[in-house]
């Protein structure tokens, strides 16, 4: 590989979307065990490694003795991140591991490791820091690698407990009951666990019932089958879209980085937290790939209803004027072209690439101004990602995976600033004339009801020249003759295919549904500028920015259900094209 070749390799993989793998695991694993489990770690990351070859796998290990410290090894091994959360500062944590040999190898870890992120972690209460940094975890990854004898435990922020929050947001004595009332029996993406079964070095240490040491499978919440061997399809899909993501996002790395629109400004300085800039990357990509294809979507509708129209024309030219082969061997082209442009749109999925990279890239935004502001869930068991498409389709999961590695970083120690806050009133909700979202919705606004009035006027229009055109035929029929007669016809039935033409693209980009949308979207964002500047504190303006955070999340959803329902793919367009 030349230099070049390789500079570009390495920038580009900046842009591949990392596939993360936490590890949870007991500390006192039987050492006759330790070699097989450290091969079962070390095929399981060869196995992502070439089914995921667009991805950047990353490994979070605490580095607590046992199986965090055998995964950790095996990923330095391979060349691979290791991203090393604490659940305290690392001194702290150090006194946790009580021989001089593991604090040294603890030592050593550290020095290898990618990046180390200490949560503030309560060292009066370990036992709620560990459960912390398990929520952490597996709110922050895309797979839980579980080395774990099987069986249910009532550690606090134990093994067996990450491995149940896991899969159902519950973990006794941390996350109260109505953290997860939500969540509970809605089937999503963040269930995935990848389970090597091992032994525990004490009495009754051996795995569960029905579970044998070293086995390894898929294990998830699926109530006909929970453990598999192979990666469940559902999340294979998942994986599909994500993966997707990361090739378009390496694909056009140099364009997104000279080109994409970045939410940070150079007044952002340090005022921002530890993150931002990852969130903002992310975003970068996912709204300028988005931008990319709404423009192929918008053009291939275009063309598809300017062909309608010619068709639909040509049709009404035969039927009524010219009843010449030569118009329908036209028409038959232009359907040729027609279905070529439609099949080519459908196979590269730009309509659908266009709708989820927004959703994302809309997602994203929220996220970074609410990591700006110093915004944090009212939750200790929810992250910002975790609601967001929640009871829509359950392949747009993988938006929600993209949102785990952006808030990874700014998830781990919130940063609340006064200039923060400040950052994301201006910048994130602006005002009328000066930016800002709520400036973006009242000026989309105002275009999207003048093009409805414009669709609204062609529809009076055509019903006047139809008026128009049957009172001169009823009144003057005889006397103007067939041809004049057939030539005013004509014009009526162009007329009326234009306007059903508008009418269908109108339909197609959802023009007046757009326009209730945005006229909430204004609402909201015109009222939370209202709050904020009658706000007594920072506390307040913080939740005020929540709220709206949320709601926006919301209508964001509502946004891409809706967009998907009109598809590309309009049949009713070819009815009016040819006359039906």
């Known amino acids: 590989m030349s230099t070049t070749s390789s500079e570009t390799f390495v920038h580009s993989r900046k842009h591949a979307l990392p596939l993360v793998v936490a590890v949870t695991g007991h500390r006192d694993l039987v050492r006759a065990e330790e070699e097989g489990i450290r091969q079962r770690v070390e095929e399981f990351f060869d196995e992502l490694l070439r089914s995921f070859p667009e991805r950047r796998l990353q490994v979070m290990s605490p580095l607590a003795e046992g199986a965090d410290r055998i995964a950790a090894r095996v990923a330095l091994e391979k060349g691979l991140e290791?991203?090393?959360?604490?659940?305290?500062?690392?001194?702290?944590?150090?006194?946790?591991?009580?021989?001089?040999?593991?604090?040294?190898?603890?030592?050593?870890?550290?020095?290898?490791?990618?990046?180390?992120?200490?949560?503030?972690?309560?060292?009066?209460?370990?036992?709620?820091?560990?459960?912390?940094?398990?929520?952490?975890?597996?709110a922050h990854c895309h797979i839980l690698l579980a080395i774990w004898d099987g069986k249910p435990g009532t550690a606090l922020g134990g093994t067996a407990q990450v491995v149940r929050f896991h899969h159902d947001s519950v973990m006794a004595g941390y996350v109260p009951p109505s953290a997860t009332a939500q969540q509970i029996l809605v089937d999503d993406e963040s269930d995935l666990v990848y389970h090597i079964v091992c032994s525990r070095d004490r009495d009754g240490g051996e795995p569960a019932a029905g579970l044998k040491p070293l086995e390894v499978c898929w294990f998830t919440k699926n109530i006909d089958e929970p453990r598999s061997?192979?990666?469940?399809?559902?999340?294979?899909?998942?994986?599909?879209?994500?993966?997707?993501?990361?090739?378009?996002?390496?694909?056009?790395?140099?364009?997104?980085?000279?080109?994409?629109?970045?939410?940070?400004?150079e007044t952002a300085g340090d005022i921002l937290p530890h993150g931002a800039e990852t969130i903002d990357r992310l975003f970068r990509a996912a709204d300028w790939l988005a931008i990319r294809y709404q423009r192929r979507t918008l053009l291939v509708l275009r063309v598809a209803h300017i062909l309608a129209f010619l068709m639909g024309f040509l049709f009404i030219l035969y039927s009524d004027l010219w009843?010449?082969?030569?118009?329908?061997?036209?028409?038959?082209?232009?359907?040729?072209?027609a279905a070529a442009v439609q099949y080519m749109a459908k196979k590269r999925a730009w309509q659908r690439k266009y709708l989820d990279y927004r959703s994302l890239a809309e997602g994203l935004r929220i996220q970074f101004y609410w990591a700006a502001a110093g915004v944090v869930s009212d939750s200790v068991a929810r992250f910002s990602h975790d609601n967001y498409l929640q009871s829509q389709d359950a392949e747009l999961g993988w938006i929600r995976n993209v949102m785990r590695v952006a808030g990874l970083r700014s998830g781990a120690n919130p940063k609340q600033s006064d200039e923060g806050l400040e950052f994301a009133e201006r910048e994130w909700i602006g005002a009328r004339g000066k930016g800002g979202q709520l400036d973006y919705f009242l000026s989309q606004l105002e275009q999207?009801?003048?093009?409805?009035?414009?669709?609204?006027?062609?529809?009076?229009?055509?019903?006047?020249?139809?008026?128009?055109?049957?009172?001169?035929?009823?009144?003057?029929?005889?006397?103007?003759?067939?041809?004049?007669?057939?030539?005013?016809v004509t014009i009526m039935g162009a007329t009326l295919l234009i306007f059903g033409i508008r009418h269908a693209y109108a339909y197609s980009t959802a023009e007046r549904e757009l326009i209730k949308q945005f006229e909430f979207m204004a609402r909201i964002y015109a009222n939370a500028r209202y709050r904020l500047d009658r706000a007594t504190g920072p506390k307040e303006k913080r939740q005020v920015l929540l709220a709206l955070g949320r709601s926006a999340l919301g209508e964001h959803a509502q946004w891409i259900m809706m967009h998907r329902e009109r598809?590309?793919?309009?049949?009713?367009?070819?009815?009016?094209g040819s006359g039906g």
């Open 567 to 576: 598809s590309v793919d309009q049949t009713e367009i070819w009815r009016l």
């Open 229 to 265: 061997a192979s990666l469940p399809e559902q999340h294979r899909r998942i994986c599909r879209r994500s993966g997707e993501f990361s090739r378009d996002s390496q694909r056009f790395s140099d364009r997104i980085e000279t080109e994409g629109w970045s939410l940070l400004d």
């Open 82 to 138: 290791v991203i090393s959360p604490f659940p305290m500062e690392r001194s702290e944590y150090r006194k946790d591991f009580e021989t001089a040999a593991s604090q040294a190898e603890f030592d050593s870890l550290c020095s290898q490791a990618h990046e180390i992120l200490e949560l503030p972690g309560d060292v009066d209460n370990r036992d709620r820091a560990y459960a912390r940094l398990g929520v952490f975890l597996t």
């Open 448 to 488: 999207r009801t003048q093009h409805n009035r414009f669709t609204e006027w062609l529809g009076r229009l055509s019903l006047g020249v139809s008026a128009l055109v049957v009172s001169v035929a009823v009144l003057f029929g005889e006397s103007i003759g067939e041809d004049m007669t057939a030539l005013l």
């Open 323 to 337: 009843a010449e082969t030569y118009l329908m061997t036209v028409f038959l082209f232009l359907f040729a072209i």
